[in-house]
């Protein structure tokens, strides 16, 4: 959740009763159970609903019964904006392809029903690997065998390599996504002084000098020539995807950071944050391959050269250090301590480490 109060679990349920019977009004009105709320965070907030069409049949056309709701921070968050309805678009596009997106019932832009706008998607039946846990040491995939983790790393790798070959056009600019109404060879250009403008908002004028330096340090070794543009899921980590029974993936969650560049992109945001996660836990998964036959099983699947991967590294390492420039500035607010910004944060040793290689 934002820095503000929690929803009101009570007035959400209310007011997506509301909804429902205002959207299928000819059907028996909707029972909504009390919302559960999965998890916080200081981004997109995520509730779970529970519909019981009590009267009768709904019809062919009514949602089904178990539903997950996401809406933007009920406060300040880590991004200026939450642009729903471009994640929609996304999720529909991918899902049209064959992969395993969740479709959204509904996008409602309207603020009136429950406070603000929402996407609201079938529940997917899986697992979660929680990203904020130490998930390489224990809990149900640490605990998995050595076959299992790597069917799941083989799946997940398959999966963004066939996002990746999709034409990036199906989206189109008028999607909203960043990058997506970029000339050709300008996208990492421009990614670059969109996320400035981000560390100069996270940072609130006042950047760690470290992050500062590898900004410039980004402008200056632009990659030329620059890698075919593909869609981009953004946040491409195993704590956004479900995990079916046989450690297949069975969906793609979170496409809050979509946009549209070249492959390398996500791909580098992957490597960097299981880096970050490996050396926090002392140790990959014993089934997980290491980051160079990542990189090759990856490009087997992707079907074309990779560009040096060293400056996607570099920019995945920065912006993800600016989401924590942000979170920091958050937290700060309510009084915890951010000195560890600077101090044991991963992503600056990463950043001396990569911009000195």
Do not use: K
């Amino acid at each position: 959740m934002g820095i503000s109060a929690a929803r009101d679990l009570e007035a959400l349920r209310h007011g997506f009763t509301r909804w429902l019977a205002a959207r299928w009004p000819d059907a028996p009105g909707p029972v909504v159970a009390p919302v559960a709320r999965p998890s916080t965070g200081l981004s997109s907030e995520t509730f779970f609903l529970e519909i019981d069409w009590s009267g009768g049949d709904a019809g062919d056309h009514a949602p089904p019964a178990s539903l997950v709701a996401r809406l933007p921070p009920s406060g300040d968050g880590l991004f200026p904006v939450y642009d729903l309805p471009a994640q929609g678009r996304v999720q529909q596009v991918v899902a049209r392809a064959g992969l395993p997106a969740v479709v959204p019932v509904a996008v409602e832009p309207d603020d009136t029903w429950v406070g603000a706008p929402f996407l609201l998607m079938p529940r997917v039946a899986g697992r979660v690997v929680r990203a904020e846990e130490p998930f390489l040491r224990r809990g149900w995939l640490a605990e998995a065998s050595a076959g299992d983790q790597a069917r799941l790393h083989s799946d997940f790798l398959r999966l963004l390599a066939t996002l990746h070959r999709l034409d990036p056009t199906t989206v189109g600019p008028a999607a909203g996504l960043p990058g997506a109404g970029e000339p050709p060879g300008a996208v990492l250009g421009a990614e670059v002084e969109r996320w400035a403008r981000y560390l100069d908002w996270a940072s609130e004028g006042d950047a760690p000098v470290v992050f500062s330096e590898a900004l410039g340090w980004c402008r200056h070794h632009l990659p030329d020539p620059e890698p075919p543009p593909s869609l981009l899921w953004g946040d491409v980590q195993l704590g956004n995807v479900l995990v079916a029974d046989d450690f297949s993936v069975a969906a793609l969650l979170d496409f809050e950071m979509a946009s549209v560049g070249p492959a390398e992109l996500d791909l580098a945001w992957f490597l960097v944050l299981h880096r970050m996660t490996v050396e926090r836990c002392d140790g990959d998964l014993p089934g997980f391959p290491d980051a160079a036959a990542t990189v090759e099983a990856y490009r087997e699947r992707l079907g074309r050269p990779l560009a040096d991967l060293r400056w996607f590294e570099v920019f995945a390492a920065l912006r993800s250090g600016a989401i924590m420039v942000r979170a920091a500035r958050l937290l700060a607010r309510l009084g915890v301590d951010d000195s560890w910004l600077l101090r044991g944060n991963p992503t600056v040793t990463l950043l001396g480490t990569l911009t000195a290689e």
